[in-house]
């Protein structure tokens, strides 16, 4: 029985070697007929190097169009986003031998995953941490972004930016400042905890009285922009 397969393991003529019990075999003719034969197949490693270029090109443009498909009341976690191939299907199948006129061709399923926060759960969580007097509420909440995410089971840093100011409303304001003087408008409002500054404009400057009429008056709440 030859050692492997291939031709160098055939055997020429007069060839002999020791056996059982000291005795010794030897051929008068060859022992031929072991056949060499080179074919490609497709392999594991054909496979991996698929899967790793396929993740290498369209990763970012997959991260992209996920990003796309996202709902506008969630928030993503960059660092969690995932491409994973899952599912590679060959022709010929692994194994099997390619024909030399084949073109062998191969499909790639990846998948794309992120993690995402609902917004409401966000400005839930910051109203929580803010511990804002009954007399203050949120104005409004930057873009919220994430960092030093790991994965799922550990803590990340979430930051972002969050504007609070006094709790008042137009009608409120109206009710406090019709047919007043000027100066005393100002100084009521500038005493509102929060109000920072308070403009006056009247649509003459001999004018030194709010109207009593409250379709005659516009109120600006205006958010002051921190550097």
Do not use: C
């Not at 055997?11 to 075999?25: C, D, V, Y």
């Not at 790639?108 to 007097?133: F, G, M, N, R």
């Not at 930016?161 to 009710?175: A, K, W």
């Not at 409002?189 to 379709?215: A, C, K, M």
């Amino acid at each position: 029985e030859a050692e492997d397969a291939g031709e160098e393991y055939d055997i020429t003529a007069n060839s002999s070697w020791n056996s059982f019990k000291g005795s010794t075999l030897s051929n008068g003719s060859p022992i031929a007929g072991g056949t060499t034969n080179i074919v490609k197949v497709i392999s594991n490693e054909d496979i991996e190097k698929v899967k790793s270029e396929q993740l290498s090109e369209h990763s970012e443009s997959g991260k992209e169009d996920l990003l796309d498909d996202l709902k506008d009341d969630v928030v993503p976690i960059e660092a969690s986003f995932k491409a994973e191939a899952t599912d590679v299907k060959t022709t010929p199948d692994l194994s099997e031998e390619i024909e030399d006129d084949d073109e062998p061709t191969a499909e790639v399923k990846v998948t794309y995953s992120i993690y995402v926060v609902k917004k409401s759960d966000i400005e839930a969580y910051i109203q929580s941490k803010l511990h804002l007097a009954d007399d203050q509420k949120i104005y409004s909440i930057g873009e919220p972004y994430f960092e030093r995410f790991t994965d799922i089971e550990n803590d990340a840093r979430l930051k972002t930016s969050v504007e609070t100011g006094p709790t008042v409303t137009e009608e409120e304001i109206l009710n406090k400042v019709k047919g007043m003087k000027t100066g005393q408008v100002k100084s009521i409002l500038q005493s509102i905890n929060g109000v920072s500054d308070v403009n006056i404009s009247t649509s003459y400057f001999w004018v030194w009285s709010v109207p009593e009429d409250p379709s005659r008056i516009t109120i600006d709440l205006v958010v002051e922009d921190k550097a």
